[in-house]
């Protein structure tokens, strides 16, 4: 199944995508109370995803409406926490560039994004005012669908309702500068990250699944040029049973949180600019970036100008 969240003019709500038309969750399970996201049908006792998908086999006459005729949000529009990972040696290397610290190997690192800065498919990303190196990042995302702590590899996929695009913004220039001093990153991944079209649950991603890494080619165009064409989804070093056993390890993962995989080798600017790519470039507004992945969809973002520009800010990044 595909979930999403989705808004035709009265707000945001839960729906599930049955051919070209998004049929409305609360209204197909009977709930008291609308589901406004897909969190809220996760947060539910007794299996939802179980429970959507055996209401969909009846005849059941709920409210439906056509894709074309609403805005898709992100799937979980404030998740609890947003973890994204480091994980394809191609882009942790800058392709061969950096010898990796032997700690990469060994442990499945990840920062904490900010969960409030969350956008949807199709939305307009604004270009942070302090940046002057805006970039895409091309992930896959999972989207937790049960509570646990100390989950061992082996058990993951049990925690994981499903999978989706996710979009890691990054203003390298901030980026750099924080790292260059042993933090972050923070503001160089504060503004924005894009999570859909819609989340595919993970029963639907079976055949993908490799030893516990999605089989999935993956591609960008900006502006429809092609900046990575066979980009290659299950060439992480750790599993998604990884991330989500570093994730839970002496803490603890609800229904909503979000995992990120890391930047799929050669899914940045700088990877398209190293490999020739004549059209490649720092972002600016305007452009147009669309991430493609086998099995899920296209998530598209259009971005729009600099907000709140300061010629005085003080905390510019170096030239």
């Not at 082996?154 to 994981?160: K, M, T, V, W």
Request: hydrophobic share 40%.
């Amino acid at each position: 199944m595909k979930l999403l969240t989705y808004d035709s003019g009265s707000g945001p709500r839960c729906g599930v995508l049955r051919e070209d038309s998004i049929i409305d969750v609360t209204a197909l399970l009977g709930v008291e109370h609308s589901l406004p996201d897909v969190q809220a049908l996760l947060e539910l006792p007794d299996s939802p995803i179980d429970r959507v998908r055996d209401a969909l086999a009846v005849d059941f006459a709920a409210p439906s409406v056509p894709l074309a005729m609403v805005r898709l949000r992100a799937p979980v529009l404030q998740p609890p926490t947003v973890r994204d990972f480091f994980s394809y040696e191609g882009h942790a290397s800058g392709q061969g560039a950096r010898t990796l610290h032997e700690a990469w190997y060994r442990l499945p690192i990840f920062y904490f994004s900010n969960t409030l800065r969350i956008f949807g498919h199709e939305d307009v990303v604004p270009i942070p005012s302090a940046t002057d190196r805006l970039d895409f990042e091309l992930e896959l995302g999972c989207v937790i669908g049960r509570e646990g702590s100390d989950i061992r590899a082996p058990d993951a996929l049990d925690y994981i309702a499903g999978f989706c695009i996710f979009n890691d913004w990054s203003a390298r220039d901030l980026q750099f500068d924080e790292m260059a001093v042993g933090l972050g990153p923070a503001k160089g991944k504060d503004a924005a990250t894009t999570l859909g079209p819609w989340l595919v649950t993970t029963d639907e991603m079976a055949p993908y699944l490799r030893e516990g890494r999605l089989r999935v080619k993956c591609a960008v165009t900006v502006n429809g040029d092609v900046w990575l064409e066979a980009g290659d989804g299950g060439a992480a070093h750790h599993s998604w049973g990884d991330y989500v056993e570093r994730a839970s390890k002496d803490s603890r993962i609800v229904p909503g949180d979000v995992l990120g995989s890391g930047t799929v080798s050669g899914g940045s600017v700088p990877e398209a600019i190293a490999r020739g790519i004549d059209s490649a470039r720092y972002l600016q507004p305007g452009d147009v970036v669309e991430l493609e992945v086998e099995g899920i969809g296209t998530l598209r973002n259009t971005l729009g100008p600099k907000e709140n520009v300061d010629p005085d800010y003080r905390y510019k990044p170096r030239a």
